[in-house]
């Protein structure tokens, strides 16, 4: 009874704040209702387009009867792993592993540095029209598709191409498997090395003045100045470019090697997106491809949160 | 402060590394321009550099004159521009409610979206979904799927931020609802974001293949001109391909091969440049992080 009294007026309470909140939440949907709107279409894109394919990851775990509908196709065998450990007993796989490891590597260590190194300079560039020819010039590669660039890349390293003509040389730069991998790693650095120059300049525009003018009061000259103020100074966003190129480690941007790829050199230029594009679009592995992609989503995934980790560790901000 | 002589000689020194950086830049598109309008006979006598030798337009005049090119050519025109309409519409959408922190389920859609950016699914799981949606070898394959970048709409949203929100609130006073104040505050503001995004937009379009690589290898009739010129290009060495694409000028392969690089590339080159200060913004908004 007293429970019964003492309830009762807090139960009253909770039907008035509820219908309070249904008014609330009218108004709420009266007036901010077309946000909601807005938002539907763009939001049910990416969920069609973005997470429901993630369903479809099942397609490795199953049997590779691809012509059945998906989910009445059979479990493969050990527990579903099947096609991963197939996978990995599958030779031109482990080679599409190392071309992977290797291509991503070599362009980090040869590619990364040569923006920050870029931006440094053009930031000590004084004639101002000069700069703003220059830059603009170094940012036309990125409006090329990568057909275009291979294409640019087949004619001018062919061996009676121009530059071949210039060194009187006639070098097979994409003929022979280890020169075709430079040529492919100097070409990519050669794409992006203007554009990935914007986003360090924009963040040496960041950096105090005052730093600059106490280092000059310090006597320190320019060579100085760029390596203890303006280095350290775009360093967190050197390190967030960084994580982000680590967590790519095991993808490849797939228009740039089917582009650049060529018969001669497919035992070096094969990743792992080559892979499952042969096996699984082209050929009639689907499972095996499946499997392998997403072993490849799920690595580059934990390789970013490592990275994110590290770069935590030490000090600075990460990415998450 | 800085002693003259030697800035003077870093000057010269940086000066020069770009000169050379801007050369290596520009002589492989001459080069490729020059070999456009060369003579077969220069061209196989291999004395084409710079300019071009032998002057004439024969490599454009078939170009122009291969109906599947000329097709190609117009379909990814028509394709480029509705399909950066449509993703500026979707981003738009997508970027302008977060504006408002009243927004409820603000902070799990926004994860929702970065999350893509990070996992993705996979190439066959998304064959898997175009082959049920029934968009394989379908020319919608080219425009839905990837109309939203969750990049781009990232940096629509840093600059609708940027923009002040007492301006906002004082057209909600005046009784402006949310479709209101975006078309007549937000938008309007917004030109270089938008000409930013457009762009990247229509440069993706314009020059990606990869989707229609995958997705539509059975639809000759629909191929963007990038994945024409790829099909080209991995052909060349095979004289029956190039006859079967529709190229096959006796003499011309080389000159015709740089007229296409080049009339593919001309649109984009011509535009950019004008919108430079724009993309260097856009890119910058893109740092700022939530």
Redesign the interface.
């Not at chain 1, 703003?132 to 590669?141: A, D, E, I, S, W």
């Not at chain 1, 409006?143 to 275009?148: E, G, N, R, T």
């Not at chain 1, 291979?150 to 001018?156: D, I, M, R």
């Given at each position: 009874m007293e429970a019964y009294q003492s309830n009762n007026p807090s139960n009253g309470a909770r039907k008035r704040d509820n219908s309070g909140k249904f008014y609330k939440n009218m108004l709420?949907l009266k007036?901010?209702g077309?946000?909601?709107l807005?938002?539907i279409?763009?939001?049910a894109?990416?969920l069609l387009?973005?997470?429901?394919?993630?369903?479809?990851?099942l397609?490795?775990f199953k049997k590779n009867q691809f012509l059945w509908p998906?989910f009445e196709r059979p479990w493969a065998d050990n527990y579903g792993f099947e096609f991963f450990i197939k996978a990995f007993q599958d030779q031109y796989f482990l080679e599409a592993l190392r071309n992977t490891f290797m291509l991503n590597i070599l362009d980090l260590v040869l590619g990364f540095p040569i923006p920050i190194i870029?931006a440094l300079?053009?930031n000590?560039?004084?004639?101002m029209k000069?700069k703003?020819?220059?830059?603009?010039?170094?940012?036309?590669?990125h409006?090329?598709?990568?057909?275009?660039i291979?294409?640019?890349?087949?004619?001018?390293f062919a061996s009676?191409g121009?530059v071949n003509?210039f060194l009187g040389t006639s070098i097979p730069f994409l003929q022979s498997p280890i020169n075709w991998v430079f040529t492919y790693i100097f070409v990519g650095i050669?794409a992006s090395?203007?554009w990935n120059t914007?986003?360090y300049l924009?963040?040496i525009t960041a950096i105090n003045p005052e730093l600059y003018e106490a280092a000059?009061v310090d006597g320190a000259?320019?060579?100085r100045m760029m390596w203890h103020v303006t280095l350290p100074g775009i360093r967190p966003?050197i390190v967030i470019l960084l994580i982000l190129s680590l967590?790519r480690i095991l993808g490849t941007d797939?228009?740039r090697i089917?582009?650049m790829r060529n018969p001669l050199v497919f035992e070096y230029s094969d990743t792992i997106?080559v892979y499952?594009?042969n096996m699984?679009?082209r050929g009639m592995q689907?499972s095996l491809?499946?499997a392998v992609?997403?072993f490849?989503?799920v690595v580059?995934?934990v390789f970013?949160l490592m990275a994110n980790t590290i770069a935590k560790r030490f000090g600075e901000r990460g990415i998450l | 402060m800085i002693s003259k002589n030697n800035s003077k000689i870093g000057d010269t020194i940086i000066i020069l590394v770009f000169i050379i950086l801007i050369m290596l830049c520009i002589i492989p598109m001459m080069n490729v321009f020059s070999r456009s309008l060369s003579s077969s006979s220069a061209l196989v006598r291999n004395e084409v550099g710079i300019w071009p030798r032998g002057l004439n337009f024969d490599a454009f005049r078939a170009v122009s004159n291969d109906p599947k090119y000329f097709r190609s050519l117009i379909w990814t025109v028509i394709l480029t521009l509705i399909c950066t309409l449509f993703s500026l519409f979707l981003t738009v959408c997508c970027a302008y409610p977060f504006v408002y922190k009243q927004l409820k389920g603000r902070r799990i859609i926004n994860t929702m979206l970065i999350f893509t950016m990070y996992f993705s699914a996979g190439t066959i799981p998304n064959f898997l979904l175009m082959k049920s949606l029934g968009l394989l070898d379908h020319p919608l394959v080219l425009i839905i799927p990837s109309a939203l970048s969750v990049y781009n709409m990232i940096l629509m949203r840093s600059f609708f931020y940027g923009l002040s929100d007492s301006l906002r609130e004082s057209a909600e006073m005046d009784g402006a609802g949310p479709l209101r104040v975006l078309t007549s505050i937000y938008l309007p503001l917004s030109k270089p974001a938008l000409a930013t995004i457009a762009l990247f937009y229509a440069v993706s379009r314009w020059n990606g293949y990869g989707d229609a690589l995958v997705f539509m290898n059975n639809a000759r009739e629909w191929y963007p001109i990038q994945l024409l010129l790829y099909n080209i290009q991995q052909d060349t060495q095979s004289i029956e391909i190039t006859l079967q694409e529709g190229f096959a000028p006796p003499g011309l392969p080389q000159a015709v091969r740089a007229a296409t690089v080049v009339i593919a590339t001309i649109p984009i080159l011509c535009v950019y440049p004008f919108l430079q200060k724009y993309f260097v913004q856009g890119v910058t908004l893109g740092a700022v992080k939530e």
């Open positions: 709420h007036r901010y077309t946000l909601y807005l938002l279409i763009p939001f894109q990416i387009f973005r997470y429901t394919p993630m369903i479809n990851i397609a490795g998906l870029l300079l053009l000590e560039l004084r004639y000069f703003r020819f220059t830059q603009t010039v170094l940012y036309m590669p409006f090329l598709s990568w057909v275009i291979a294409s640019l890349a087949t004619q001018v009676r121009i003509n050669w090395m203007g914007i986003i924009a963040s000059a000259k320019r060579f966003v967590g797939f228009e089917m582009a997106s499952v594009y699984g679009i689907q491809a499946a992609g997403l490849q989503s580059s995934v970013l | -």
